[in-house]
């Protein structure tokens, strides 16, 4: 069921499943909570409460904001998790990776540890011999500046085809009806290209402050980097010692939790085991 929570500037939507230790799961931008439709049962089956929250501007939250960037929504994700009663394992993917980490270093009274899967939480700018060597790369980068000039929901689905390399979901289809739908809502479209613009200088600047456990999850075939490993490396080495980890789902592009989501789960699972508070 889907309920509404208040904070300044308008509402967040989310829904609550299961019983157990606190798991917030935060999608990335131009998308909704249902991204993380295969994850959640396997979560709330294996004793988790499992918490899927629409990002401002997306979903059934409100579509206008006054900004959009990182530390907004880790605002936002911090008032959820104080009214669900944390502290809870925050996961964020992309743009939600780099709240994550804000939200790690600002709250850490709230969160028992951070998953970032796929997460913009460096500011990096385009590697010009990445365009020209890495072909997936290339594509990637075209689609998305289009689809930030444009405002296009087309040119957004031709950017999900390269961030899905090779194996989708059965509901593929339905799926990307379902997100060209959402962004046609009006304000949707303004609210991701604003996501867009805003640079990760604000996760980055607190990448030295987490204390908590950090588990990164980079897909080997995401677009948005040249060397995906390398960027999760980076992230790593960026945080205190011993803090994260790194793992690389073979195969995966930037929507592991949708193409593989046993093996995103099997990873998930593991650092929840390690890291939850009963």
Known sequence: MTEFLAVEGGTIAYEVR???????????????RDAYR???PQLVAAGYRVATADLRGCGDSSAKWPSYSRTD????????????????VLVGHSISGGSATIVAARAPELIDGIVELAPFTRKLGISLSGLLRVKRYRAGAVRLLMTGILGSANW??????????GR???????????IEAALEEPGRMKAMQKMAQSAPTDAAAELGNVRCPVLIIEGSLDPDWVNPRAEGEAIVAAMPAGAARLEVIEGAGHYMHAQYPDETVA???HFLEAYTRA
């Open 18 to 32: 299961g019983a157990g230790p606190l798991v917030v799961l935060a999608h990335g931008m131009g998308d909704t």
């Open 38 to 40: 295969f994850v959640v």
């Open 73 to 88: 929504i880790a605002g936002d994700l911090i008032a959820l998790i104080q009214h669900l009663g944390g502290p809870a």
């Open 156 to 165: 957004w689905k031709k950017y999900l085809e390269v961030s899905y390399p």
């Open 168 to 178: 989708r979901p059965a509901d593929w289809a339905e799926h990307l009806r379902l």
């Open 267 to 269: 990873l998930l699972r």
